[in-house]
C-alpha cells in the first residue's frame, strides 16, 4: 500500500468508489481504503448458499438520470435492469392499507377512516412548525398521527420525534396534498403509486450489489480491510493498521461523526457530539413457503404499532426476476435503536420478531431460516434542530484542511443512491478543478 497519495478517499462504497473512478479517469493519483473486506458499503449482495440477499434492502431511484446506464463511473447496461412499480402497504390495527396511508383512508376500517377525515378537516395549521411532530401534526390530522405517523416514525428513528426538527419532512416526509387526501377516502381502490420512488430500478439478476460492483470494477488503488484509525488534519496523515498515509488532499465518505473523532481537533469531537443518528438491524430471512396472499406484489410493508418487534418487512422475492429457490420467500426485517446505548441480544430480537411471525400464521417456524443478521451502526441521520449549525461549522473546520466529503453518510444527509453516486462525482471533480488551478 502507497504511504503517499495525493487524494486519500475513505470508504469504498458507492459514493466513495464514484469520486474514485472520476479522480482515475482524470489521471489523478489517489488511495481509497475501505474497512471491511469488500467494497460496496451497504448497497453489496452477498451469495449465502441457497439464496441471494442484499445487505440491506436498496431499490434505485432515478430523478436526474434517466436509466442506470447514465449513472457516472457506474458502469451499468440497461439490459441488466428492470423498472418495478412500487407496491408498499401499512399493516395497521389488522388491516391492510395502500401506502402512503394518508392517500389510501379508503382502506382503514370505517369509524377509523372518519375519524381520520374529521381530525385531517380541523387541524390547527402551524406556518412554522417548531418540531417533526408539530409538522405531523398540523399537516395530517391527531387521528392519523396517533395510529400510523407517530408511532412508525418513532420507530424508525428510534427518537422522540419532538427532538427532530420540521426539517426532518423536507426529504423523506411528502408535505400534504389536499386533493390527494380527500379522493383517498372517498374512492374503493388503490390509486397509482406516488412518491419519489413511485417507480424503481433493481437488476433482472444479481441483486442490488450489481450497481456496486459497477462502480468499484477496475479501481487500480483500492485497499479493502484496512480501517482507517486515526486523522492529524494538520500534517494530513491518516494513520492505518498499515502504518501512516500521508496525502496532498483528503475525500471520506465515512459518517460525517465518526470522521470528527477519528481526528485529532478537539473542536471537531466537541460538534461531533451534536450530531446523532439511529442503528438498524436487518434480519435476512429465507421461508419456504408464501407469505399470505395480503402481501402479493407488495416490496414493502410498515409496521407503526410499537408492539411489533420490526418497523419494516421487504419482501424481495416480490421483485420479478430475484434470485431465491423455488417455492420459498426471501425475506428482510428492520428494527431501529437508538446510537450510543447497549443493543439488545441479538437472540431475543429474532426470537421476538419469528414469534410475532408465526402468531399472525404468517410463517411456521420450522420452515423460516435466518441467514444473515447485519447491524448498520449508522442507519438514519437525524435532522435535529442541533444539525445545522453542527454540521455547517464542521464542514467549515474540514475545507480549511482541504477535506472534501460525499455520500449519504459523509455529507450527513438524506440521499438516494443516485445521489449519493452524484455527490462522489462531484467532489472528485471539484479536486480536479483546483489541481488543475495549480494547487499542489
Known amino acids: 500500500m502507497n504511504k503517499r497519495t495525493g487524494v486519500l478517499i475513505l470508504g469504498a462504497g458507492i459514493s466513495g468508489c464514484a469520486a474514485a473512478q472520476e479522480l482515475q479517469a482524470g489521471g489523478l493519483d489517489y ?5 471491511n473486506a469488500a467494497p460496496g458499503g451497504l448497497t453489496r449482495s452477498i ?3 441457497q439464496a441471494l440477499f442484499d445487505y440491506t434492502g436498496h431499490y434505485l431511484s432515478l430523478n436526474t438520470c434517466r436509466t442506470p446506464e447514465e449513472l457516472p463511473q457506474a458502469r451499468q447496461k440497461n439490459a441488466d435492469w428492470q423498472l418495478v412499480e412500487r407496491k408498499s402497504v401499512v399493516y395497521v390495527q389488522g388491516t391492510v392499507v395502500p401506502a402512503p396511508i394518508q392517500y389510501n383512508l379508503f382502506a382503514l376500517p370505517k369509524k377509523v377512516r372518519e375519524q381520520c377525515l374529521r381530525d385531517y378537516r380541523s387541524r390547527k395549521k402551524l406556518d412554522h412548525p417548531d418540531s417533526f411532530e408539530a409538522y405531523l401534526l398540523s399537516g395530517f390530522g391527531r387521528a392519523l398521527c396517533r395510529i400510523f405517523l407517530f408511532p412508525y416514525n418513532r420507530k424508525q428513528q428510534a427518537l422522540d420525534l419532538k427532538d427532530l426538527s420540521a426539517e426532518s419532512a423536507t426529504r423523506f416526509f411528502p408535505h400534504p396534498d389536499e386533493t390527494k387526501i380527500e ?3 372517498s374512492r374503493r381502490e388503490e390509486g397509482r403509486p406516488v412518491g419519489y420512488n413511485s417507480r424503481f430500478w433493481y437488476p433482472r439478476a ?3 450489489g450489481l450497481l456496486a460492483e459497477g462502480l468499484a470494477r477496475g479501481l487500480d488503488r483500492l485497499v479493502t480491510g484496512m480501517p482507517v484509525t486515526g486523522l492529524s488534519l494538520s500534517g494530513k496523515t491518516a494513520m492505518t493498521p498499515a502504518g501512516p498515509v500521508r496525502y496532498d488532499r483528503l475525500l471520506s465518505s465515512i459518517p460525517l461523526r465518526d470522521l470528527c473523532f477519528l481526528s485529532d481537533s478537539p473542536r471537531l469531537k466537541s460538534l461531533a457530539r451534536r450530531l ?3 442503528r438498524v438491524l436487518s434480519l435476512n430471512l429465507l421461508v419456504r413457503g408464501r407469505l399470505p396472499k395480503i402481501f402479493e406484489g407488495c416490496q414493502w410493508v410498515y409496521f407503526p404499532e410499537p408492539s411489533i418487534p420490526f418497523y419494516r418487512m421487504g419482501i424481495y422475492s416480490n421483485i420479478p426476476g430475484f434470485p431465491v429457490p423455488e417455492s420459498h420467500t426471501a425475506v428482510y426485517l428492520e428494527v431501529a435503536f437508538a446510537s450510543g446505548r447497549p443493543l439488545p441480544s441479538l437472540p431475543g430480537l429474532v426470537e421476538s420478531a ?7 400464521r404468517w410463517l411456521d417456524r420450522k420452515d423460516c431460516r435466518v441467514v444473515a443478521a447485519n447491524w448498520i451502526d449508522c442507519g438514519y441521520v437525524h435532522f435535529t434542530p442541533q444539525r445545522p449549525a453542527a454540521r455547517s461549522e464542521i464542514m467549515a473546520v474540514l475545507a480549511a484542511h482541504d477535506v472534501h466529503l460525499a455520500g449519504r453518510y459523509g455529507l450527513w444527509d438524506y440521499m438516494t443512491m443516485e445521489e449519493s453516486i452524484l455527490s462522489g462525482v462531484a467532489a472528485a471533480r471539484k479536486i480536479m478543478e483546483r489541481q488543475g488551478g495549480g494547487l499542489s
Request: neutral net charge.
Open 354 to 360: 419469528l414469534s410475532w411471525l408465526e402468531k399472525r
Open 183 to 185: 379522493e383517498g377516502y
Open 276 to 278: 446523532s443518528h439511529n
Open 206 to 208: 444479481g441483486g442490488i
Open 47 to 49: 451469495n449465502l448458499g
Open 31 to 35: 488511495l481509497l481504503l475501505e474497512r
